[in-house]
Nanobody, 115 residues
Framework: VQLVESGGGLVQPGGSLRLSCAAS????????MSWYRQAPGKERELVAA????????NYADSVKGRATMSRDNAKNTVYLEMNSLKPDDTAVYSC?????????WGKGTLVTVSS
């Protein structure tokens, strides 16, 4: 089982980015997927979650209106697009796969928002 995030890096305030999470080793279509983030010295925070079919998507209040989560079940990949980035968005972003009692995590990708 693998979840591999990509797309992180240094972004200026007000900028945008698109994170990807490529999944393998399990039946991706069955799993609800989520993006979490953890900033230095802070607890992990749920950013967005999408149902297995993609029909239900929820966002944390902190990113609502600035983030779009999507999935491509044909490519076993989920995405998180964020715009109007702020320094407070600086964190390691990780994806999570969940199906009943099964849960998998990626190692994360670092997003730094700074001028």
């Amino acid at each position: 089982v693998q979840l591999v995030e990509s797309g992180g890096g240094l972004v200026q305030p007000g900028g945008s980015l698109r994170l990807s999470c490529a999944a393998s080793g399990f039946t991706f279509n069955n799993y609800d997927m989520s993006w979490y983030r953890q900033a230095p010295g802070k607890e992990r925070e749920l950013v967005a979650a999408i149902s297995s079919s993609g029909s239900i998507i929820n966002y944390a209040d902190s990113v609502k209106g600035r983030a779009t989560m999507s999935r491509d079940n044909a490519k076993n990949t989920v995405y998180l697009e964020m715009n109007s980035l702020k320094p407070d968005d600086t964190a390691v972003y990780s994806c999570n796969a969940k199906w009943y009692g099964m849960k998998y995590w990626g190692k994360g990708t670092l997003v730094t928002v700074s001028s």
